[in-house]
């Protein structure tokens, strides 16, 4: 009897420090469909694919391949039955051949000698398979265009003869027409019987390629659905609706919106491109936009970390130079980075040494004062831990942002940018977050709040705007809907979803 | 529009490091002749030839081990202590016999070899920075050849010793045997599975564990065969020198010169990226210096301050010109990586 | 990953409580260990707790407690100082050779070396920092230039002999010091510079070159110009291998040698202090600590025979165990308390640094 199934996935939990991302989903995949995974941030998505990547082992539930149970514990086991996976992040060699990545870990010999001849002569196949034959598998991946290491990342993938390919976001940085290209490779192997399970934020991809789809919220499964029966505003949805419940802390009373404090005039750098912007005192301005898509970017712009090199910054109407952090920081800007513990801690460093970070590197003479001043910002942030001394990497998630804002708020800024604030705390913790933007804004603080949760920004911003390949797409008023946002972020254009 | 500035393709110029070695080491050689010239003196005698092609011999086997440690991401720093234990083991037990030569080679390289596998298994298994782990194990060395020999040791057997004088043509015996010994491990690089994971372990070692390669293999396999290669050039000393001496490869400061000659030649010291032969050109280029240095007469302690200052410039010319190591194929593949480690959620 | 859920207390820990805890850090362990050993080398030459012996006893090993401070400066902004040999011995050198026997001239030729060496330091700080030269390397390259010329000054062979007035510095010292008896000058220079040392690390400097060892970019978005603190770290270290010069003249001569080993003799004690060699940990007085330790560990193996020829080896296995003892635990406990843990987790490459 043929099996209608090639995988059939049930009950898959997963939890990361006692944090679920994944409970109790399933998952089928027929032959030779293409399968579309679509969620949130957050949703669930990439920990599922990696779960079946045999990146992640899962807590519980079962997953059945072509029938029989499986269970990987390393990413070479998944390949050899039969899923292979094309992750979002790298997962080449740069200054290896094309062929070289393809066979990594496997060469072809003879006489107990690699043959370059024999992995060229397989590469090739796999191109012919795949309808591509630019590729020269002799060069070194360094050297490919950002489309043509996605074809050597899916050859890989193909070379070990899979039954299911996962492919996780694999436009993200293409080009319309290499978008044309994968939708090719994708038909053909199809056409071999392989599925694709094809994880995607662009409703466009998804309609175009997916046979069924299913849709993720919060780590639990919503949905599966022939595509034909969705609509994409259907489905986005299925993918959102969520009632904003009391999470979000209302506007603090006394909060007026006065001059504006920052002002971008077509800002750019080799990141991004014709940003103009302006934030205003006691405002929360939103931003949205898609991974990838230049927030991180702006921010670090206004913060000299990665300074703008075109067009102009003004605070308080005054044109700036910013090259460097500590220009940014003595000019009164906060820069509170959307990786806490890669770029905003001293994680051996305790909590008080964290907290005087900014104000020892800029206003040294000050630090001793402040360190009254920061005893007394954690008993108003409420801050949990033990004392001034406890090293901060034993602190929870919540807890640390915390003296991350006492740091940044010892040096009295005006402008505040937010990268991700509430990215891996607990949702009790982010409600006080909130509260204290919040009362920040109150304050007279001009805020700008990058965030990848839909919800968060509609929640709490005054404006919203949303970048989109590295330039400014959208910009949309209070109570916009998630659809709205994700319509601009992702390029369907809002008459397109109207139809 | 961040996509299209990752299309464009590195610039040609860089594709072929190698070249621009051998081009640097010809302008070097230029340069040479001509100051040996202003000086009165021919650069091209057979006799300074010979000079220079020995003093490559040396250094060169020493480069070989040091080019494969650093291409696995790693640094062997015990090799001058694996020269000199080389060489006055191998003296000892030879004891100007000839009959002994066999027994004289094979323990010197038995012991650099075992001394080697030490390094890799602290590297690759306990997990030790290559750096601090290869100079600890050197100092035990250099603790033991302290304490057990005081001076030169031991002599050579009356072959190895003709050896080390014979030549072919104007080409030293030794030197062609360094060249067949790069072009072996050259081979082991291209055509071997563990010579394609020393680069993908140096290259990026999460992708190479993600490929189901056992990382520590090529590390331990490279600094066993710098250990080899380090014991061979102890050899290479007792051939000329006739003796062996506890402080002979601390005196040759191969640690440093080699690690300079592996960069020179375009090696990163990251790892992942270089090639035996680049480092033959930084080797080259070292010894025509020191070799235009000698037929100048410089003061042998002014050479050192010489190659101190060319070891930083080269290194700093390096680090400024060398393109980033790591592509990114997504834009966001850098918050993504950092991100995946540390957000609780596993979700980017 | 411990939550804690107390309340925060605006008060630091009683220094009692910090103490008791500390024994439990190898950075406070290294006392322990000290006084062990000092109690072992005191049976086994019971002269030597006499304070005026005891006192002669520390100004032997003040050049080393000074060098391993000026390399705890480096290592802890995450560099390395390799070339702190190779200034000792041109510092001896210049010494030996500029003031002879002429009095007058220690001064100037004092403040000399105090500027010679800030100027290595800076050398060393920019190459490292600014032209992005791995720090041992440019540290070694430094460190073959000076001896070169150190070399070259003296033929090799030692020469020079100072003044008896500029020798006493490293030699004599304060008699009929009330309790003590004899307080060695050294013991005076020692104190004084570690005190200074102290001070500047609990200073806003201090406290920032640590953050920039443990994490330089988020200590560079704090507002920190990362370069110019790790060159300061830098200049300290020659300044530390400056004022070791200055003692060694004392009681070692002339030589272009007499620095050998100093930077690994640092590089340990720096180690067995439980300073993370990556920069970001440890203490200062721990490092210190662990000099002594380190000179009483090989006055006991003289005692027991062994010879001093054996002191790099000893040195080279504190290394190893005191970096892979604790790796080794750690790794097999990541593995068997989070099963959670991705198997493809990126795992720290060959070359990189893990922090005990």
């Known amino acids: 009897m043929k099996l209608v199934f090639a995988l059939q996935a049930r009950g898959i939990s997963k939890s990361f420090f006692g944090y679920p991302a994944l409970s109790n989903v399933d998952l089928d995949i027929r032959r030779g469909e293409v399968h579309g995974l679509v969620g949130e941030n957050g949703a669930g998505k990439s920990t599922l694919m990696k779960i079946l990547a045999g990146v992640y082992a899962k807590d519980s539930g079962f997953v059945r391949l072509n029938g029989e149970e499986v269970d990987f514990s390393h990413p070479v086991q998944a390949y050899k039955a039969g899923i292979s996976t094309v992750f979002q992040e790298f997962n080449l060699i740069a200054e290896r051949t094309v062929a070289e990545n393809i066979f990594l870990g496997r060469e072809p010999r003879v006489h107990g000698f690699v043959s370059r001849r024999e992995m060229t002569r397989r590469t090739e196949a796999l191109f012919d398979t795949l309808g591509v034959d630019s590729i020269n598998p002799a060069v070194r991946v360094r050297q490919l265009s950002v489309a043509q290491q996605q074809i050597v990342e899916i050859a890989k993938a193909l070379s070990y003869e899979p039954r299911i390919i996962s492919m996780d976001e694999p436009t993200s940085a293409l080009a319309d027409h290499e978008v044309e290209l994968l939708y090719g490779i994708i038909s053909r192997l199809t056409a071999r019987g392989v599925s694709i399970l094809y994880v995607s934020h662009r409703m466009r991809e998804i309609f175009d390629l997916c046979d069924r789809i299913t849709v993720l919220k919060d780590g639990q499964l919503v949905a599966t659905h022939d595509a034909a029966e969705l609509t994409e505003q259907e489905l986005v949805r299925l993918m959102v609706g969520r009632s904003l419940s009391a999470l979000f802390p209302p506007v603090a009373p006394g909060t007026t919106v006065g001059e504006v404090a920052l002002e971008l005039e077509h800002a750019g750098n080799g990141l991004v491109d014709d940003v103009s912007l302006v934030l205003r005192r006691g405002e929360i301005v939103g931003m949205a936009g898609l991974q990838g898509s230049g927030r991180t970017e702006v921010l670090e712009g206004i913060s000299g970390a990665a300074p703008f090199t075109r067009g102009f910054l003004r605070l308080n109407g005054e044109r700036a130079l910013i090259r460097r952090p500590k220009q940014a920081i003595r000019k009164g800007i906060a820069h509170i980075t959307e990786d806490r513990k890669a770029t905003g801690l001293t994680l051996n460093q305790s909590v008080m040494d964290n907290a005087l970070a900014v104000i020892r590197s800029t206003q040294p003479s000050k630090a001793g004062k402040a360190r009254h001043r920061a005893n007394q910002l954690f008993l108003e942030l409420e801050l949990a831990a033990r004392g001034p001394d406890q090293e901060i990497k034993f602190l929870s998630g919540g807890n640390q942002q915390k003296v991350v804002l006492a740091k940044w708020l010892l040096a009295e800024p005006r402008i505040i940018l937010l990268d991700e604030p509430t990215r891996g705390i607990d949702v009790g913790a982010r409600h006080a977050l909130y509260s204290v933007i919040r009362s920040l804004a109150a304050a007279g603080h001009a805020i700008l709040m990058v965030s990848s949760e839909l919800p968060e920004v509609i929640g709490m911003a005054d404006r919203i705007l949303v970048m989109k390949d590295g330039r400014l797409a959208a910009e949309l008023p209070l109570g916009s809907s998630e659809e709205a946002i994700l319509q601009a972020a992702s390029g369907v254009s809002a008459s397109e979803v109207a139809a | ?348 | 990953m411990t939550t804690s859920i107390s309340r925060y207390n605006t008060a630091p820990l009683p220094m009692r409580v910090r103490v008791l805890r500390s024994f439990a850090t190898p950075g406070g362990a290294i006392y322990l260990l000290l006084a062990a050993l000092l109690i072992a080398l005191i049976l086994y030459n019971p002269g030597l707790a006499a304070p005026d012996q005891l006192m002669r006893f520390i100004g032997r090993t003040a050049p080393v407690a000074i060098v391993a401070a000026g390399q705890y400066f480096v290592i802890v902004s995450g560099e390395l100082d390799l070339s702190m040999a190779a200034v000792i011995a041109a510092q001896v050198v210049l010494a030996g050779n500029l003031i002879g026997q002429n009095a007058a001239r220690i001064l100037p030729v004092v403040l000399l070396m105090i500027g010679l060496g800030a100027a290595v330091g800076l050398v060393n700080g920019v190459i490292t920092t600014l032209l992005k030269v791995p720090s041992f390397i440019a540290t070694l390259g430094t460190s073959l230039a000076i001896s070169g010329l150190t070399f070259y000054a003296t033929g090799g062979a030692p020469s020079g002999n100072p003044v008896n007035s500029f020798r006493a510095i490293g030699r004599d010292g304060f008699e009929n010091v009330p309790i003590l008896g004899f307080l060695p000058y050294s013991v005076v220079v020692l104190m004084a510079l570690v005190v200074l040392a102290a001070w500047l690390m609990r200073k806003p400097f201090g406290r920032t070159l640590i953050a920039a060892g443990d994490n330089p970019v988020a200590t560079s978005l704090s507002g920190a110009s990362v370069w110019w603190l790790r060159t300061r770290a830098f200049i300290l270290s020659s300044l530390a291998s400056t004022v070791a010069a200055v003692l060694l003249v004392g009681y070692a001569g002339v030589s272009p040698v007499v620095g050998d080993g100093y930077d690994f003799a640092a590089i340990t004690a720096v180690v067995l202090g439980g300073v993370a060699l990556s920069g970001g940990r440890g203490w200062l007085m721990s490092a210190v600590a662990a000099a002594f330790a380190l000179e009483v560990l090989f006055s006991l193996l003289s005692f027991v025979g062994v010879a001093s020829t054996w002191r790099p080896a000893v040195q080279g296995a504190i290394i190893l165990v005191a970096l892979g003892a604790p790796l080794i635990r750690w790794r097999r406990r990541a593995f068997s308390a989070s099963p959670g843990i991705p198997v493809a987790s990126p795992a720290p490459s060959p070359g990189e640094e893990v922090s005990a």
Request: hydrophobic residues 55%; charged residues 10%.
């Open chain 2, 1 to 348: 529009m961040r996509a299209s500035t990752a299309l464009g393709s590195a610039p040609r110029i860089f594709s072929s490091t190698t070249t621009i070695v051998y081009l640097v080491f010809f302008v070097v050689l230029l340069l040479s002749t001509v100051i040996a010239a202003s000086a009165g003196r021919s650069f091209f005698t057979q006799g300074n030839i010979s000079v220079l092609l020995t003093s490559t011999t040396v250094l060169g086997f020493v480069s070989i081990g040091q080019t494969l440690v650093i291409l696995v991401g790693s640094l062997d720093l015990s090799v001058p202590f694996l020269v000199s234990i080389a060489s006055v083991l191998s003296a000892g037990v030879m004891a100007g016999q000839s009959a002994n030569m066999a027994s004289g080679i094979a323990t010197a390289l038995i012991t650099t070899t075992l001394i080697g596998l030490v390094n890799g298994l602290l590297v690759g298994f306990v997990k030790i920075n290559g750096f601090i782990a290869t100079l600890s194990v050197g100092l035990i060395v250099s603790g033991y050849l302290f304490s057990n020999y005081r001076g030169s040791t031991g002599k050579a057997a009356p072959a190895l010793a003709s050896l080390g004088e014979a030549s072919i043509g104007f080409v030293p015996v030794m030197t062609i045997i360094m060249f067949l010994c790069l072009v072996a491990t050259v081979a082991l690089l291209a055509k071997t599975r563990v010579g394609l994971h020393i680069y993908a372990v140096g290259g990026d070692p999460a992708v190479a564990r993600m490929s189901g390669i056992h990382n520590a293999v090529p590390i331990i396999v490279t600094h066993s065969l710098s250990g080899l290669f380090a014991g061979i050039a102890g050899l290479v000393i007792v051939a000329r020198l006739g003796v062996g001496s506890p402080g002979v490869g601390e005196q040759g400061g191969y640690d440093l010169l080699s690690i300079a000659a592996v960069v020179l030649g375009g090696a990163v010291l990251a790892g992942g990226r270089g090639s035996l032969w680049g480092s033959l050109g930084g080797i080259l280029i070292f010894a025509t210096l020191d070799s235009v240095m000698g037929i100048m007469q410089l003061n042998p302690y002014l050479k050192d301050v010489v190659r101190g200052l060319i070891i930083i410039m080269a290194v700093a010319v390096y680090a400024r010109s060398s393109i980033p190591r790591t592509t990114f194929r997504f834009p966001v593949a850098s918050e993504g990586r950092r991100a995946s480690v540390s957000t609780a959620r596993g979700e980017l």
